[in-house]
Each structure stands twice: as C-alpha cells, then as structure tokens.
C-alpha cells in the first residue's frame, strides 16, 4: 500500500503501495434470499474503503465476516461454486486487516486465500493466476507492516512474474498491475537499502504509468504522482537532489491539480510532497523554500489531524520535527524548541498505544537537551548548533 503504505506503525501512509480490493463482479449463485442478505452485507463492506475518510472500518470488517461465514458453509457443501469467493471475500478482509493494523488476522486471511487460489490456478490457470498474483501482492504489503521484509520480497517478486507473463498476452488488462507490483518493489528496494534495484523498479513502473495515463489521465495521472514521489524519496536517501526536486515538484503539480478537484482525496499527498520537498529544500541550502515547504504541509496536516487525528497525528509530528531542525539551521532557537516540544508531545501521546513510536521519543528528548543547554546556545561561527540527524521524509 507518499509511498502509501497502509497506516503502520511509525510511518506515514505517505509512499504508494498498491493493493487489490475491488472486483468488478461479485455474482454467487445463492438461494434468492439469501443471495440478496449476503450481497447487501458485502456492499457495506465494499462501500466502506470509498469512504475511507469516514472509518467505516468496523462495520466493512463485519460485513464482510458474515458474509464470509455464510460462503464457508455454502462452500462446504458445493466447493466448486463457493471456494472462489471464500477466497475473494478473505483477500478483502485481509486488506481491511491491514488497515485497522490486526496484522495477525491479515496473514491468516491471505494466507488461506492464497492457499485456495493456488489450488484453483493449478486446474484453471487462465481463470485464477491473476488472482494468486493479487493476493501475492497484498501479502508482499503485509510483510512490509510486519518487517518480514525477506517475505515481501518473495512475495512480490511471485507476482511480478505472474503479472509480466500476464501482460504479454493481455497488455491492456495487465500492464496496470505490473506497474503497482513493480511500484512496491520499489519502495521495499528503497527501504531495505537496494538502491539500484529501487530505481530500476521504479523507473519501470514510472514508464508503464506515463504511458497509461497519457491515454487515460483521470486513471493514472495519480499512479504517476505516487511513483514520483517514490523516485523523489528514492533521490533524497541517494543524495540526488537534483532530481529528487525535479521528480518531486512534478509530483506536486499532479496533486495540487488532483487536490482542486477532490481535495479530501488528495490534500494528504499535497502535503506529503510538501514535506518531502521541504527536506530537499533544507539539504540544498533552499531555506526559505523549505520554511513555506513545511510549514504548509503543517497547515495541512493539522486541518486533517483535527478531522482525524488516529490518521493524521503522526505526520503532524514528523513536519514539526523537519521544522524544529530548519530551525536550529536557521538561528530560530526559540521557534526549534516550540516546534520539537510539540513533537514530543505528540509522540508521546502516540506512544501510549503504540511502543514504536519510543525511538521518536527519544531522539526528539536528546535533541531538546542538547538545543536548551547554554552550549547549544552559543552560536560561534566554528560552533554551529547540530539539528539531530536523518529529516522525517514522507
């Protein structure tokens, strides 16, 4: 699943990974009531992911329980007709696992549906290896949330190649999801420090994109701008700036563009690419860029962490802590300690639930140590004061 991942821990939902939720199609034959009880429980638990913002979370994950325990017994008796959609309705609660972060329960639910769609692509390959692929993909996600990074590896790589032999028959269907594994792939290279690998991937999927969106902009003009700011990202960690602003600020135009017309959808990623290009600004000496870099991306992130604060919380702290450094570069002591405390405080509101965010909160109490000693303060040309390191990109 900015590199959008899907909420995790300690990172933003700010890289794009994709995932596979929706089907066009859900036909089941059932008995005419029942039919219309479990198809009216599935929609509410389709509905649910286009109305994200709202977290209808709860109720998509209990729609989807029933009806998932009804097409179990129904597929008990004919397993011919119903394991199919067993192995549907489990990829999509996989997914709804992610994002309500029960982690455990979205591996057991891909990897039963995997199980089942492996089972089924071993008599139908044509039917049922784009969706082995599929689920393949969304357990690559998983393992990014859970650090199983060896896995995920695995895991995409399985797809791509399915999704590559894929494409050769069928480009129009399939190049789509060879972009998106290849995306993924991206940001796991970039992550795990396969820096190289990361850029291949995500030139590849950049090319696949452009060309996609050059023939249907309202599709994947959005798809670009994630894989920009993958690349934007991918350009920081190497030092690349150059094209770090380039990619970077492309992807800024796409958004804001995006953002006018849907701003609930799409004013997240503004202000991620605010915040990426705020550290840019910061590591090329572009300081007032970087100020109004940040300090809009701020503004952003505290209109929608009022909305939504479980989401938005922790961006708020990561931008804070990109301008309590700019700060301390700047001479703007005072404003670096009001911009860190107030990280802090976050952080450790956020910490209460989730321990992951203790290293936030240790690295942002040395640094406020360090900023109100006296020495901290003494400001000579050969003594500048040290903002802590690595910028909070995403």
């Known amino acids: 699943m900015r590199r959008r991942l899907f909420p995790r821990s300690g990172r933003p939902p700010n890289r794009t990974l994709d995932v596979a939720l929706r089907r066009d199609n859900y036909q089941v034959l059932l008995p005419p009531l029942l039919e219309a009880f479990v198809e009216a429980i599935f929609n509410c638990g ?13 109720e998509a994950e209990r729609g989807w329980e029933v009806a998932l325990h009804l097409l179990r017994d129904l597929a008990a008796q004919n397993p011919a007709a119903y394991r199919p959609n067993v192995a549907d309705t489990l990829n999509d ?10 982690l455990v329960d979205a591996e057991k639910a891909f990897s039963e549906a995997l199980a089942i769609r492996r089972d089924l692509a071993a008599q139908n390959p044509t039917a049922y290896r784009p969706s082995v692929a599929q689920t393949l993909n969304n357990l690559g996600i998983l393992y990014i949330n859970t650090g199983h ?25 399939y190049r789509p999801s060879v972009a ?29 994109r452009r060309d996609l969106a050059a023939q249907n902009p309202a599709a994947y003009r959005p798809n670009v701008a994630d894989t920009l700011n993958n690349l934007g990202i991918l350009y920081i960690d190497t030092r690349r700036l150059a094209d770090a602003d380039k ?6 135009t796409i958004r804001r563009d995006l953002a006018a017309q ?8 503004v202000a991620d690419t605010l915040n990426n290009l705020g550290v840019v600004y910061s590591n090329t000496g572009h300081l007032a860029d970087a100020e109004k870099a940040f300090s809009e991306a701020l503004t952003i992130r505290r209109d929608l962490a009022a ?8 961006s708020v702290a990561r931008t804070l802590t990109n301008l309590g450094k700019l700060y301390i570069i700047t001479d703007g002591l005072a404003d670096a300690d009001k911009a860190y405390s107030e990280a802090l405080t976050i952080y450790r509101d956020l910490e209460a639930n989730n321990p992951v965010y203790a290293s936030n909160i240790a690295s942002l109490t040395r640094a406020l140590a360090e ?24």
């Open 247 to 252: 990619a970077l600020t492309e992807a800024l």
């Open 180 to 208: 998106s594994t290849l995306n993924n792939l991206g940001v796991l290279y970039t992550d795990t420090g396969q820096l190289a690998d990361a850029e291949k991937a995500l030139s590849e999927a950049l090319t696949i």
């Open 93 to 102: 609660l996989g997914i709804l696992y992610i994002i309500t972060r029960r």
């Open 307 to 314: 909305q939504n604060p479980v989401a938005y919380r922790p």
């Open 46 to 58: 389709r509905a649910a992911p286009d109305t994200a913002r709202e977290r209808n979370y709860t």
């Open 371 to 394: 900023l109100r000693d006296k020495s901290s303060f003494s400001r000579r040309p050969n003594n500048p004061a040290t903002p802590p390191s690595s910028w909070q990109k995403f």
């Open 149 to 173: 990074l060896a896995d995920a590896e695995k895991a995409f790589s399985e797809a791509l190649t399915i999704r590559r032999d894929l494409a050769t028959q069928n480009p129009a269907a």
């Open 262 to 269: 849907n701003p609930a959808a799409y004013r997240p990623d």
